[in-house]
């Protein structure tokens, strides 16, 4: 029986760099590996415009999720507006995945913990107990959480939970 496919995979479309990405996330996360990689060929060549024989789509998967890599071209770019969140449970977890991913990235798109990569795809390294402190039925608490929150770039754990208790 041939393995099931994910029904929904991330594609990431890249101008050229879709091999070079796939091997920085797959070295970023520890369960992570590289899939199948297909290549351009003659066929549609005067629609893909790539070389024959280079990198056309890289299959990775991270934590379980399968991705695509995709070498598209330069006629789209990453936005903000999709972003990927990397729940953590501790600060070295954070420290971790916040040093990692803002190597070479945009550091004006640093804020309330998320980044920019150095490919421009935007991640929300975040710890799992903010959420439980946004929900808490204490308004007071939230409200505290939330100003200091929103002033942080990369989230420091420590200092929510001294506001959240405080």
């Known amino acids: 029986m041939a393995n099931k496919i994910q029904k929904i995979i991330a594609n990431f479309w890249f101008d050229g760099q879709a091999e070079e990405a796939a091997n920085f996330y797959v070295s ?12 351009y060929v003659k066929e549609g060549q005067e629609i893909h415009g ?13 934590e379980d999720q399968e ?9 789209f770019k990453f936005s903000e507006a999709i ?13 971790y995945y916040w040093d990692k991913l803002t190597e070479g990235g945009d550091e004006k798109a640093q804020i309330c913990g998320w980044l920019k990569d150095k490919f ?8 799992i107990a903010l959420n439980e402190m946004l929900m808490d039925s ?5 409200e ?19 506001v959240y208790e405080s």
């Open 28 to 39: 970023v996360f520890k369960d992570a590996s590289i899939g199948r990689i297909t290549r």
């Open 138 to 142: 204490d308004t007071e608490k939230v």
């Open 144 to 162: 505290r959480v939330m100003k200091s929150f929103m002033q942080m770039k990369k989230i420091d754990l420590t200092e929510l939970q001294k």
């Open 50 to 62: 790539k070389p024959v024989g280079s990198v056309m789509t890289v299959e990775f998967q991270i």
């Open 67 to 75: 991705f695509l890599a995709l070498n598209g071209g330069p006629e």
């Open 83 to 95: 972003s990927f969140i990397i729940n953590c449970e501790s600060q070295e977890e954070i420290d």
């Open 120 to 127: 421009g795809v935007s991640w929300q390294v975040t710890p």
